[in-house]
Every structure is written in structure tokens, then in C-alpha cells.
């Protein structure tokens, strides 16, 4: 059974940081991605990744994420990461991870975690 389990979300002040962590079991992936759902709008993609041989060779933002998050991994603990930095108000949503491809489009994903609530306050 193949399991996305995110964590390391919580309430954060502007300006502040958070690092979410996505653990995969079940299956190793080779490619990865976060996506986020702010109330009454619709899943929006934010961060993918793309790797082989342990080695990352793609990665993607949003523009409204560039320069401010990254995304990783770590080989041996099959997990993706999420760091975020310079968080703003707009950044506040439910985050999910989604594993099995590298695009924007959440509908080209077939497996997804629970998601983690990032709350950013003014």
C-alpha cells in the first residue's frame, strides 16, 4: 500500500519559515511534487522535483513561491522536503504532496497525501 504522510505544518508569523516533510512507504518515487488549497479556491500546484540515480536534475516553482521556497529530497529516507522562507499572509493553505510525475497539473498525480495545514499570520 503506498503511503504520502506530510508534516511540519503549523502557525507561522510573516516573515517566518517552515520546513514540510512528505515521507513516502510503499513504493520508491522518482518524481514528486507539493501542491496547496487555500479555502474556497482551487488545488494549486507549487513545487515539483525530479530525480535518478539520487542525483536531482528538475525542479519547478510557481512563480509565486520562486526564490522563496525549495524543494528536495533525501535518498535514503525516500522523503521530500519543502522548506519555506519569507512566508506571507497568501501562503496559507492546506499543503499536500503528490507523488508519480513532476508536472503542474495535479490531475497527472496518482498518489497524494492527507495534506498539512500552513497557517501564516500578520
Known amino acids: 500500500q503506498v503511503q504520502l504522510v506530510e508534516s511540519g505544518g503549523g502557525l507561522v508569523q510573516a516573515g517566518g519559515s517552515l520546513r514540510l516533510s512528505c515521507a513516502a512507504s510503499g513504493r520508491t518515487f522518482m518524481s514528486m511534487g507539493w501542491f496547496r488549497q487555500a479555502p474556497g479556491k482551487e488545488r494549486e500546484f507549487v513545487a515539483a522535483?525530479?530525480?535518478?540515480?539520487?542525483?536531482?536534475?528538475?525542479?519547478d516553482y510557481a512563480d509565486s513561491v520562486k526564490g522563496r521556497f525549495t524543494i528536495s529530497r533525501a535518498n535514503a529516507k525516500n522523503t521530500m522536503y519543502l522548506q519555506m522562507n519569507s512566508l506571507k499572509t497568501e501562503d496559507t493553505a492546506v499543503y499536500y504532496c503528490?507523488?508519480?510525475?513532476?508536472?503542474?497539473?495535479?490531475?497527472?498525480?496518482?498518489?497524494w497525501g492527507q495534506g498539512t495545514q500552513v497557517t501564516v499570520s500578520s
Open positions: 503528490a507523488g508519480g510525475s513532476a508536472s503542474t497539473r495535479a490531475g497527472d498525480y496518482a498518489y
Open positions: 522535483i525530479r530525480w535518478s540515480s539520487g542525483n536531482i536534475y528538475y525542479t
